[in-house]
């Protein structure tokens, strides 16, 4: 056995996140780890790192039992974790952020770069040690991740939600290279909340609920129906909007807007060029592509986080290309933020107070000129029954919650509101089945009532199915359009990364103004490989 919990339980003030869990994971198998939100899922993969300690059970490593202070005695046990949130430095290469900390295993020079070589070879990453690590895409990143735990002697590696920013493409390579981590003896836990991924992967799993194993479930006689029900308790749900309540009132209006950077070389680069398109009221207009091309940069300008370099902005008919991000939110944007931590929430302040947070003028959050706190808590509390927003009271800090939670919570918060308009960026990332499912039947219900809403997401499957309209966009410009009656993920996927067509991939650099003016369809370019 490669590793073995067992009656592992852990609390923490308010709340217990494991009770008596049970988990054997046998060597040389690919493990998935499923449950769902406050499940405990995340805390009993700290604590197999080192980086929680149980208040009972035991932990075995390769049939001998261990005790780990931190997580420098997990790695030096061969196990290594790799987390949602890569913990990469953008501005150092990829050799130097893989030696960073583990100088004297190879040096810092040519047997740390031989080193890397091989063990990229070996595992098939095509990892380049001496590529700046801002350079690279999510999916190139992710294997730098990994080969960083390998550098460092890894035989079990934690792989917390690694297909959640990879397009279909890039997740069937990052498959590949877990099957050739698997042919060499490794052995893999892997946490996801796509369950048809975990299917298609795994060797086992085992199912958390409520902070205990209620069981685990064989891939190849189980159904993704089947291991949903056994985590929450009910089907699969699917993103599917069949009726159309798009009208023909314009809500948003983005013209010709453009956005540039400049880079330490001081070499200036559009970051969005020409980016024009029309959401009308009941509308959900889907933004696809890779993360890093600019959708986050679109979202910020939307919000009055970045200032603009050209273009304009109309909501509702009225200018607001000048206008604070504070007065857009008081006209009626909505805001689900990429980044929850950065942009989402004040981690070490109580629920209550996130749930006023970016509304604090509005009802039922003010009286007056000061903040009514006692509606606040309440109107909390709602949100935290509606959403199921597993927490053991909303005095706590929202760092006390799970992912799953803190997403949970801020979608309560935004559509609590009623806006005009949604910005959803990534809104069911980390978040189980059942939360999915509430989620998207909230976005349907404020359509149907007219909301407007920009959809981003790297969930191919709910951008196609929740957006009445898509658009593409590729190294910062809309390269092309998408019936989401009739793409796949598939082909969107490859749209995604410029490989839907040459075409595609020409006009997305050839400086053909991509604004409101007509775009290829996928799947309708002459000659395209999707069709």
Same mark, same amino acid.
């Given at each position: 056995?490669?590793? +073995?919990? @067992?009656?592992?339980?852990?609390?923490?003030?308010?709340?217990?996140?494991?009770?008596?869990?049970?988990?054997?994971?046998?060597?040389?198998?690919?493990?998935?780890?499923?449950?769902?939100?406050?499940?405990?899922?995340?805390?009993?993969?700290?604590?197999?790192?080192?980086?929680?300690?149980?208040?009972?059970?035991?932990?075995?490593?390769?049939?001998? %039992?261990?005790?780990?202070?931190?997580?420098?005695?997990?790695?030096?046990?061969?196990?290594?974790?790799?987390?949602?949130?890569?913990?990469?430095?953008?501005?150092?290469?990829?050799?130097?952020?893989?030696?960073?900390?583990?100088?004297?295993?190879?040096?810092?020079?040519?047997?740390?770069?031989?080193?890397?070589? /091989?063990?990229?070879?070996?595992?098939?990453?095509?990892?380049?040690?001496?590529?700046?690590?801002?350079?690279?895409?999510?999916?190139?990143?992710?294997?730098?991740?990994?080969?960083?735990?390998?550098?460092?002697?890894?035989?079990?590696?934690?792989?917390?939600?690694?297909?959640?920013?990879?397009?279909?493409?890039?997740?069937?390579?990052?498959?590949?290279?877990?099957?050739?981590?698997?042919?060499?003896?490794?052995?893999?836990?892997?946490?996801?909340?796509?369950?048809? /991924?975990?299917?298609? #992967?795994?060797?086992?799993?085992?199912?958390?609920?409520?902070?205990?194993?209620?069981?685990?479930?064989?891939?190849?006689?189980?159904?993704?129906?089947?291991?949903?029900?056994?985590?929450?308790?009910?089907?699969?749900?699917?993103?599917?909007?069949?009726?159309?309540?798009?009208?023909?009132?314009?809500?948003?209006?983005?013209?010709?807007?453009?956005?540039?950077?400049?880079?330490?070389?001081?070499?200036?680069?559009?970051?969005?060029?020409?980016?024009?398109?029309?959401?009308?009221?009941?509308?959900?207009?889907?933004?696809?592509?890779?993360?890093?091309?600019?959708?986050?940069?679109?979202?910020?300008?939307?919000?009055?986080? !970045?200032?603009?370099?050209?273009?304009? $902005?109309?909501?509702?008919?009225?200018?607001?290309?000048?206008?604070?991000? @504070?007065?857009?939110?008081?006209?009626?944007?909505?805001?689900?933020?990429?980044?929850?931590? !950065?942009?989402?929430?004040?981690?070490?302040?109580?629920?209550?107070?996130?749930?006023?947070?970016?509304?604090?003028?509005?009802?039922?959050?003010?009286?007056?000129?000061?903040?009514?706190?006692?509606?606040?808590?309440?109107?909390?509390?709602?949100? #935290?029954?509606?959403? =199921?927003? !597993?927490?053991?009271?909303? +005095?706590?800090?929202?760092?006390?919650?799970?992912?799953?939670? %803190?997403?949970?919570?801020?979608?309560?918060?935004?559509?609590?509101?009623?806006?005009?308009?949604?910005?959803?960026?990534?809104?069911?990332?980390?978040?189980?089945?059942?939360?999915?499912?509430?989620?998207?039947?909230?976005?349907? +219900?404020?359509?149907?009532?007219?909301?407007? #809403?920009?959809?981003?997401?790297?969930?191919?499957?709910?951008?196609?199915?929740?957006?009445?309209?898509?658009?593409?966009?590729?190294?910062?410009?809309?390269?092309? =359009?998408?019936?989401?009656?009739?793409?796949?993920?598939?082909? $969107?996927?490859?749209?995604?990364?410029?490989?839907?067509?040459?075409?595609?991939?020409?006009?997305?650099?050839?400086?053909?103004?991509?604004?409101?003016?007509?775009?290829?369809?996928?799947?309708?370019?002459?000659?395209?490989?999707?069709?």
């Amino acid at each position: 056995m490669a590793v +073995e919990l @067992r009656g592992i339980t852990k609390r923490f003030p308010g709340v217990v996140a494991n009770h008596d869990i049970d988990i054997v994971v046998h060597s040389g198998t690919v493990h998935a780890l499923v449950g769902e939100n406050g499940a405990g899922k995340s805390t009993l993969m700290k604590i197999l790192y080192g980086m929680q300690k149980p208040d009972e059970g035991t932990i075995a490593v390769d049939g001998e %039992q261990v005790s780990f202070g931190h997580p420098g005695d997990a790695i030096a046990r061969g196990i290594g974790m790799v987390h949602q949130h890569f913990m990469l430095a953008d501005n150092l290469t990829v050799l130097e952020n893989i030696v960073l900390g583990s100088e004297k295993l190879h040096g810092i020079g040519g047997r740390a770069r031989a080193k890397i070589t /091989e063990i990229s070879d070996a595992y098939g990453l095509g990892v380049r040690p001496d590529v700046l690590v801002e350079d690279l895409g999510v999916a190139d990143r992710q294997r730098v991740e990994i080969l960083k735990v390998l550098y460092r002697g890894a035989r079990i590696l934690i792989l917390d939600e690694p297909t959640a920013v990879l397009v279909p493409q890039e997740v069937e390579a990052l498959f590949e290279n877990l099957r050739g981590l698997k042919s060499q003896g490794l052995t893999v836990l892997f946490i996801s909340h796509k369950l048809g /991924e975990v299917l298609s #992967v795994a060797d086992e799993i085992t199912v958390i609920r409520r902070g205990t194993t209620v069981g685990s479930a064989d891939p190849r006689s189980t159904t993704a129906k089947q291991l949903a029900e056994l985590m929450v308790g009910s089907e699969l749900p699917s993103p599917e909007t069949r009726e159309s309540t798009v009208t023909d009132e314009p809500m948003l209006t983005v013209t010709g807007l453009r956005l540039v950077a400049v880079d330490p070389e001081g070499t200036e680069r559009a970051v969005l060029d020409d980016i024009g398109f029309t959401i009308h009221k009941g509308e959900v207009l889907g933004i696809a592509g890779v993360e890093g091309n600019g959708q986050a940069e679109l979202v910020e300008a939307i919000m009055g986080i !970045r200032a603009l370099d050209g273009g304009s $902005l109309q909501l509702d008919g009225r200018d607001i290309t000048d206008t604070p991000t @504070r007065r857009r939110r008081e006209d009626g944007i909505g805001y689900v933020p990429e980044d929850r931590h !950065r942009h989402g929430l004040l981690l070490e302040a109580p629920l209550w107070e996130n749930r006023i947070l970016g509304h604090v003028t509005e009802q039922p959050n003010s009286k007056g000129f000061l903040i009514d706190t006692a509606a606040a808590r309440r109107d909390t509390e709602r949100i #935290v029954r509606e959403y =199921d927003v !597993r927490t053991p009271g909303i +005095e706590v800090t929202a760092a006390s919650l799970s992912g799953g939670n %803190q997403q949970k919570l801020i979608v309560g918060r935004e559509m609590s509101h009623l806006p005009k308009l949604l910005i959803a960026a990534h809104p069911t990332r980390g978040v189980d089945v059942g939360a999915q499912a509430q989620i998207w039947d909230q976005i349907r +219900e404020a359509r149907r009532e007219g909301l407007a #809403v920009l959809l981003i997401s790297a969930d191919l499957d709910e951008l196609i199915g929740l957006s009445d309209t898509l658009r593409v966009m590729y190294r910062g410009r809309l390269v092309a =359009d998408a019936d989401p009656s009739t793409i796949t993920p598939e082909q $969107l996927g490859s749209a995604m990364t410029g490989a839907a067509s040459g075409h595609l991939e020409q006009q997305a650099g050839n400086g053909t103004p991509t604004g409101d003016g007509a775009q290829p369809r996928i799947g309708e370019q002459a000659g395209g490989e999707d069709r």
